[in-house]
Structure formats: structure tokens, C-alpha cells
């Protein structure tokens, strides 16, 4: 099922065009916005890219390229009709596929609430070392086997989301030993 285009004209505070791209017969969006170190910022339920919406100008305005993906069933992504298609898994390889086509090597990722186990590195690809320099957190935990220091990108990431979205207020990452 795909949500018409015209119920999204005129969104306040949202001026942002969608990107497209086909993945098993569906139609996934995202923004992909600005030029720069690229940061992947993954929303949760029952929100969409427009969660960001505060968010993605200063980064962006900060030299960053920010990349926001709508997940298959919310937003301007198509929803598939199957209650049985919808997993952790499914968005995770969503996502994978994403990061992979759009190529966010060193990507810090943003993550809000169940956006924090799908991009977490014991499902996704999107948090390992070789995609990601390290994940700056609201809402959610992530579980990381590493104890060091997030890299200078991801504390200025972190650093502009509070000023940009009080209500999103950043957490430090959860640390496993090991």
C-alpha cells in the first residue's frame, strides 16, 4: 500500500524532498540532504523521517549530509498489508540495504527509540566499524562492545541535537564488557 504524494504537501517545518529506492518490490524513502561527513538518523514508532525534521537543518547547515530513511510501513514508504512481514529483521536488512546504496562509510548514526535495535550492531551493519564511527543515542539504548571514546564527529553530532530538538535529549551509549 503506498500513501499518496498529496497527503504530505504542506507539511509546517518540512520542506524536504523524498528519495526513493526499490527493495523486494517496495517503495522505501528517505531524505538525503546536505554534503559533507554523512550521519544516518533513524527514527521509531510510529514516527517518520518527520521526526527529524528539527534536527536535520542545523546538521546539515553544519556541514553534515544527513540521510533519514522512512521505514517500510510508516511515512512516505510503502506499507506492506502483511502484519507477518513486519520484524526487527526486515528493517534491519531495510536498512543495511540503505546504508549500503547510498554509501554512509563513517556515518554517525542517530538513533530514536526501537531505531536503536535495528541499527544495533548485533542486527545491522550500520554500527559496525567499518560503516559507522559511533552512534549518538536519544531514547533508546544501544548495546556497544567497545570503551572508547565516541570520535569528535559523533560528540559534535550529539552536541547539536539538544539546541535543535530540546525533547530529543541524548544518552550515553550503553557499554558491554568484552
Known amino acids: 500500500m503506498r500513501t499518496p504524494g498529496e497527503r ?24 538525503d ?16 523521517s518527520f521526526l527529524w525534521r528539527t534536527v536535520l537543518p542545523p546538521l546539515r547547515d553544519a556541514g553534515y549530509r544527513c540521510v533519514v530513511p522512512d521505514h517500510a510501513g510508516f511515512g512516505r514508504s510503502d506499507k506492506p498489508t502483511d502484519i507477518g512481514w ?17 554509501d554512509l562509510r563513517g556515518a554517525t548514526v542517530v538513533v530514536h527509540d526501537w531505531g536503536g535495535p535495528i541499527a544495533s550492531p548485533r542486527r545491522s551493519v550500520v554500527t559496525r ?10 531514547s533508546t539504548e544501544i548495546p556497544i562492545a567497545t570503551r572508547q571514546p565516541a570520535p569528535a564527529q559523533a560528540r559534535a553530532v550529539a552536541r547539536l541535537i539538544p539546541r535543535a530538538a530540546p525533547v530529543m535529549a541524548t544518552t550515553r551509549p550503553s557499554r558491554l564488557r568484552g
Open 8 to 31: 504530505f504537501a504542506g507539511l509546517l517545518d518540512f520542506p524536504f524532498s523524498p528519495r526513493y529506492c526499490e527493495l523486494e518490490g517496495l517503495r522505501l524513502a528517505h531524505l
Open 86 to 102: 513486519y520484524s526487527y529483521d526486515r528493517h534491519t536488512a531495510n536498512l543495511r540495504a540503505l546504508v549500503e546504496e547510498r
Open 33 to 48: 540532504e546536505g554534503d559533507g561527513p554523512p550521519v544516518l538518523l533513524v527514527h521509531a514508532e510510529p514516527t517518520w
Open 129 to 138: 566499524p567499518r560503516w559507522s564511527r559511533a552512534p549518538a543515542t536519544s
